[in-house]
């Protein structure tokens, strides 16, 4: 239905979002088709080739969910926080940006939800609903640091979990955070997988999670059937 969009841009990389149009446009459509699915009550599985569309996909399926009069969580696993804003981003790209974006902060965000077409609510995660799992010690910036600490969010980087205490810990908190919501939302970027077994992503990391991992991860999730 979009094929005459164009998505890749040969536009020199300018201002504080680089070829912020050309997001807002694949995050508009890909929130449209979101939006679209939810209604026809089916579960929409998003591939996209970087993280920037769940600045779009992830409010709408909040708002859906609060339309509903339900409570959505968010379990995020990623190698990088994706936490800045176009003020605090080091490179300008998109891709940085979409969890803080999801959460309400940036010109993403208000890209959202200018075209949510909401009211009452925003279409933004509540931050004790949301889990990060996986980021590298040394993939993050001072900003995005000083956004979780703000906003108390649970953050699993992938070293420590590979420790049984500290594994424990990470079960207990994702069975407390799909028990208290009605709607689970999973955002998954590969660069959270350690690089053996995803070596094709541009942002690989080398001691990120293990296949083993992430399927305790999808089992107990699943396990909650939302």
């Not at 209604?39 to 339309?67: E, R, W």
């Not at 490179?91 to 940036?106: D, E, V």
């Not at 890209?111 to 995660?125: D, E, K, L, M, V």
């Not at 995005?144 to 979990?161: G, H, N, Q, W």
Request: aromatic content about 6%; charged content about 20%; proline content about 6%.
């Amino acid at each position: 239905e979009h094929q005459n969009i164009r998505f890749y841009s040969e536009e020199k990389p300018e201002g504080l979002i680089y070829h912020e149009k050309h997001v807002v446009t694949v995050g508009v459509c890909a929130m449209q088709e979101v939006w679209s699915s939810l209604q026809d009550k089916h579960v929409p599985i998003i591939l996209g080739g970087d993280h920037s569309p769940s600045a779009f996909t992830i409010p709408t399926a909040i708002h859906y969910a609060n339309l509903q009069s339900k409570c959505a969580g968010v379990i995020w696993i990623d190698g990088h926080l994706d936490a800045h804003t176009e003020k605090t981003s080091p490179t300008h790209y998109a891709h940085g940006m979409p969890l803080a974006a999801a959460l309400g902060f940036g010109a993403l965000a208000k890209a959202a939800r200018r075209n949510c077409h909401i009211g009452g609510t925003p279409p933004f995660i509540t931050p004790q609903n949301l889990i990060h799992i996986g980021r590298g010690l040394t993939d993050v910036e001072p900003a995005e640091v000083r956004l979780f600490k703000k906003l108390s969010i649970k953050d699993f980087p992938a070293a420590s979990i590979h420790s049984s205490n500290n594994w424990r810990v990470l079960m207990r908190a994702l069975h407390a955070c799909a028990s208290r919501v009605d709607l689970l939302i999973i955002s998954f970027d590969l660069d959270a997988v350690h690089r053996p077994a995803a070596p094709g992503v541009s942002m690989p990391s080398a001691h990120g999670l293990i296949a083993s991992e992430v399927c305790r991860i999808a089992s107990c999730l699943n396990a909650h059937k939302k």
